[in-house]
C-alpha cells in the first residue's frame, strides 16, 4: 500500500532508456570546492538544481519542444514546481487542453524508499511500507467501506476486512464525501487512528491502528469457480511492484492451477493496481496472451525527435498453457499505468472485455533523472501497441459499466463487478442493462480518496 503523503499523485512508467546524461548538457554538475574545504559532496544550489531540471527536460520532454524560451525555472519555489510548471505545454492533437498530469519531482531520500534503492538490487525490494495497509472508498454518500486491506499490515493482522463499513474515525462520526480530506489524513497520513468499523454481521469494533512496516502481497486471491460447464480462473492482482522473483514465481503458480484444473475462462481484477514494474507487466501480458501472438509485438516506447536512438520495442514471449480468445479485466478509476498497459498490448491479439468504470489514463511514461538531491520525473515517451494504438488520455472505457461491490469480500460471487463478468460469461449478457452511474457528490469525493493513492510503473532493465 503507497500512499502521497505531501499532497501530490504520480503515475509513471520507468523506461528503459539510458539517460543521456553523458552528455555535457545534460549533466547537473556540481563545481569542485574551493581548496581547503572539508571532504565530501558539497550541495548543490536551488537555482543550479531548478535551470538543471529545466535543461534536461528541454531535452528529454516528450513536449519538450512546446516549453516556451521565456520558461524560468527560478520562478518555481522547488524542483517539484518545476515538474509541475512544465505541465500546461503537454497540447497532445485531438485534446483541448494539455494532457501531463504526472510530471513530478521528489527527494532522492523519499524515493529510494519507494523503489528499494536506484542501484543493482532495483527491482527485488520487498515493498515494505509504513502505514495502516488499509484504502477506503465511499459506496454511497456517507457510507464508506474499506476497500483494500494488505494481509500483513496493522489492518491486515487486527483482522479487518474489505467491506466493512467505517462509522467513526478519531470519534468524527463526520464520515461525508465533503470531509474526504479529513479522511485522507488520519487514514493515510496518519501515524495512529481510532477508526470504528461495522461489521457485515451489523457489530461495531473500534480499533486503533498505528503505523508500521510490512511487506505488500500483490496477489490477493486466486480462485477456480466451476459454473456450469465453465472453469473460471479468478485472480485479484494490486499491484505490478514488489519483489519480482516473488511475483514471478506466483504467476507461475498461479496459472500452473489454471491450467492443472482446465480453466476456459480467466479473469484478472485490476481495479486497484496502479502499476509497479513493466517487466512484471510483461510476464503477466506472457501469461495471459493466446499462443498465436508468439514472438509478435507486444509494446513499443517512443521518445521525442530528439531522443529516437532510444525507441524500443518488445515481443510476447509466450509462457504457460492456458490459451484464451477471451480475457476479462475488472477495472476502474484506480487502474492506471502498467495496468493500462497491459490492456492495450492484449487488445490487437485477444477480445479484451472491460467490467467496472472507466481507467485512469496514462499512455506515457518516465524515469528517474537525478539533479543534485532529487530526481526529476517529466513525462519522456509514449507507449503503443502493435496496432500503434496509445492515446488513451481519457481512459478505456468499459464494457459494462458497473458498481464496485464494495460491501463484499474478495471473491464473493455476488459482488457486483465480479458477478457482472460471471454472468457474461455464462449467459453472454451483463448483470446490469443500464450503466451505473456514481453520483456527483460520490465521485468527488473517491477521486479525492483515490488522488491519495500511489500510482507507479518501473522498468527495470537499463536503470543508471
Given amino acids: 500500500m503507497?500512499?502521497?503523503?505531501?499532497?501530490?499523485?504520480?503515475?509513471?512508467?520507468?523506461?528503459?532508456?539510458?539517460?543521456?546524461?553523458?552528455?555535457?548538457?545534460?549533466?547537473?554538475?556540481?563545481?569542485?570546492?574551493?581548496?581547503?574545504?572539508p571532504t565530501g559532496t558539497p550541495p548543490v544550489s536551488t537555482n543550479v538544481m531548478k535551470d538543471s531540471a529545466l535543461l534536461l527536460s528541454r531535452d528529454i520532454y516528450l513536449w519538450n519542444n512546446q516549453i516556451p524560451t521565456t520558461f524560468n525555472a527560478k520562478d518555481f519555489a522547488d524542483l517539484g514546481k518545476v515538474m509541475e510548471g512544465i505541465r500546461p505545454y503537454s497540447i497532445e492533437p485531438g485534446f483541448p487542453a494539455a494532457v501531463d498530469r504526472w510530471s513530478f519531482a521528489m527527494k532522492k531520500s523519499e524515493w529510494d524508499?519507494?523503489?528499494?534503492?536506484?542501484?543493482?538490487?532495483?527491482?527485488?525490494?520487498?515493498?515494505?511500507?509504513?502505514?495502516?495497509?488499509?484504502?477506503?472508498?465511499?459506496?454511497?454518500e456517507g457510507d464508506l467501506r474499506v476497500r483494500l486491506v494488505e494481509p500483513n499490515s496493522p489492518s491486515g493482522v487486527a483482522g479487518i476486512r474489505r467491506g466493512w463499513r467505517i462509522t467513526q474515525i478519531n470519534g468524527n462520526s463526520n464520515i461525508t464525501t465533503s470531509n474526504a480530506d479529513f479522511i485522507v489524513s488520519n487514514i493515510y497520513s496518519s501515524n495512529s487512528t481510532?477508526?470504528?468499523?461495522q461489521k457485515p454481521d451489523a457489530s461495531f469494533v473500534t480499533l486503533t491502528l498505528n503505523a508500521a512496516r510490512y511487506t505488500d502481497k500483490p496477489v490477493y486471491l486466486d480462485t477456480v469457480y466451476t459454473i456450469n460447464d465453465k472453469k473460471i480462473g479468478y485472480l485479484v492482482f494490486n499491484s505490478f511492484l514488489g519483489n519480482m522473483s516473488q511475483i514471478q514465481s506466483e504467476y507461475a503458480r498461479v496459472f500452473t492451477k489454471f491450467a492443472s484444473q482446465n480453466v476456459t475462462d480467466v479473469v484478472v481484477d485490476l481495479r486497484y493496481n496502479g502499476g509497479g514494474y513493466v517487466d512484471l507487466q510483461s510476464k503477466l501480458a506472457n501469461y495471459l496472451v493466446k499462443?498465436?501472438?508468439?514472438?509478435?509485438?507486444?509494446?513499443?516506447?517512443?521518445?521525442?525527435?530528439?531522443?529516437?536512438?532510444?525507441?524500443?520495442?518488445?515481443?510476447?514471449?509466450?509462457?504457460?498453457?492456458?490459451?484464451?480468445?477471451?480475457?476479462?479485466?475488472?477495472?476502474?478509476?484506480g487502474t492506471a499505468s502498467a495496468s493500462e498497459l497491459l490492456i492495450n498490448n492484449l487488445t490487437p491479439y485477444m477480445n479484451v472485455k472491460l467490467v467496472g468504470s472507466t481507467t485512469h489514463g496514462k499512455p506515457v511514461g518516465y524515469f528517474p533523472i537525478p539533479v543534485g538531491d532529487w530526481y526529476i520525473f517529466p513525462v519522456s515517451f509514449r507507449t503503443t501497441n502493435k496496432n500503434n494504438q496509445g492515446n488513451y488520455f481519457n481512459g478505456f472505457p468499459v464494457n459494462a459499466q458497473v458498481a464496485d461491490g464494495l460491501d463484499k469480500d474478495w471473491g464473493d460471487l455476488n459482488e457486483t463487478s465480479l458477478a457482472s463478468v460471471v454472468?457474461?460469461?455464462?449467459?453472454?449478457?451483463?448483470l446490469r442493462e443500464t450503466p451505473y452511474r456514481e453520483p456527483n457528490n460520490v465521485a468527488e469525493g473517491n477521486k479525492t480518496l483515490e488522488d491519495a493513492l500511489l500510482k507507479i510503473t518501473v522498468d527495470t532493465k537499463k536503470l543508471f
Fill in 2 to 37: 503507497k500512499y502521497i503523503k505531501k499532497g501530490f499523485l504520480f503515475f509513471f512508467v520507468a523506461s528503459s532508456f539510458l539517460i543521456s546524461c553523458k552528455k555535457d548538457k545534460d549533466i547537473a554538475a556540481t563545481p569542485p570546492p574551493p581548496v581547503g574545504t
Fill in 194 to 197: 481510532t477508526v470504528t468499523f
Fill in 291 to 333: 499462443s498465436s501472438a508468439n514472438g509478435q509485438l507486444m509494446m513499443k516506447q517512443v521518445y521525442n525527435s530528439q531522443n529516437t536512438q532510444n525507441n524500443e520495442t518488445t515481443n510476447f514471449q509466450k509462457m504457460g498453457n492456458i490459451n484464451l480468445d477471451d480475457i476479462y479485466f475488472i477495472v476502474g478509476r
Fill in 113 to 140: 524508499l519507494i523503489s528499494g534503492g536506484m542501484g543493482s538490487t532495483f527491482g527485488s525490494t520487498t515493498g515494505t511500507e509504513g502505514d495502516f495497509g488499509i484504502t477506503v472508498f465511499f459506496r454511497a
Fill in 423 to 430: 454472468r457474461n460469461i455464462t449467459t453472454g449478457t451483463y
